[in-house]
């Protein structure tokens, strides 16, 4: 895939600009607060109806105006394809995708891939639960809409499910309940940690070898929490429930359950999150991202877009040609204050107060 062009009015610091871009590297170049991270936040916008930043679509609109569109072009190996969203701070955004209406999300993503990286992103490695999660969801999500519609099946579920535990009904009919909710929720639980599972593998094997490349001495080892038994999945997880079962009616929340799993990392076998440096975790997370683009391209036949978003200031000169040349096979818009001394061409985007400025 390859984002031709994006055109902003009113998102952000952007009042109305458009900005093309070429095959390969990109430099979206500037000083700090002029509105390159904006610019990345609006394609990412594009691919899968929100913000990376985790904001509502009013808050992105620039200041003072009450409505804001991205326009976006891009290629695919089945032709070119548009995408707009239009921000309004009174009501819903609105998407088409060539020029056709999108009533859900779920029908926007997997339309542009890409992948993302930021300084945030270490959360991917240091933060909680629910973070790593996300990240399995939507990179999944963006080659596999049967499993975006398990997911969307198993929160319904899940919803009904702990409303029950809540309720003030007696423990017997509670009991008599959940013989009917469990076994859809284990149902679609096991399709998920499948998939999960699969992906898992996949992402691992690519990031043991992208992080020889930018590392040295060191082994990167990822696994999903959920542990395969003799048993199978829906046999493990219905004994879970009913070893679990009183305490979940004490507690008023299902204990079981994809919603519940983790990502785990680990370097030279040591908890990547408790014992690795803060370099050595902002490595890890940036290996994660460049191998997520090696596994959606296998999926998908092409690859996503990589947006890198003020990568290069924390990485010494060595790991940044081994990342520039590495990313160098695949469109990647890059921010960054300076671009740095490479011997590989590339696109420049100048920056300035919401405004592609003429290098």
Known sequence: MKITSVELKNFRNYSGSKIEFSDGLNFIVGANAQGKTNLLESIYLTSVGKSPKHVKDKQIIK????????????????????????????????IKVNNLNVLKLTELVGTLSVVYFSPDELKLIKEVPEDRRTFLDISISQFDKNYLYNLLKYDKILRQRNTLLKSADSIVSKKEQLNLFTPQLIETAEKIILKRLEF?????????????????????????????????????????????LDKELELGFTLIGPHRDDLEFSINNTDAKLYASQGQQRTIALVVKLSLMEVIKKEIGEYPVLLLDDVLSEL????????????????????????????????????????????
């Open 63 to 94: 200041f003072n105006e009450t409505a804001g569109k991205i326009d976006l072009n891009f290629l695919t190996n089945s032709g070119s394809k548009n995408i707009k969203i239009y921000l309004d701070k009174l009501n819903k955004k609105s």
């Open 316 to 359: 010494d000169n060595s790991r940044q040609n081994k990342l520039i040349e590495f990313v160098n096979k695949f469109q990647t818009l890059i921010t960054c204050t300076q671009i740095p001394n490479i011997n590989l061409p590339y696109n420049t985007i100048k920056i300035e107060n919401g405004s592609v400025k003429t290098c």
């Open 200 to 244: 898992v593998e996949k992402l691992k094997a690519e990031a043991t070898k992208i992080h020889s490349i930018i590392t040295e001495n060191e082994m990167l080892n990822i696994e999903y929490s959920y542990k395969k038994t003799d048993l199978s999945i829906k046999e493990d997880l219905q004994n879970q429930f009913n070893k679990n």
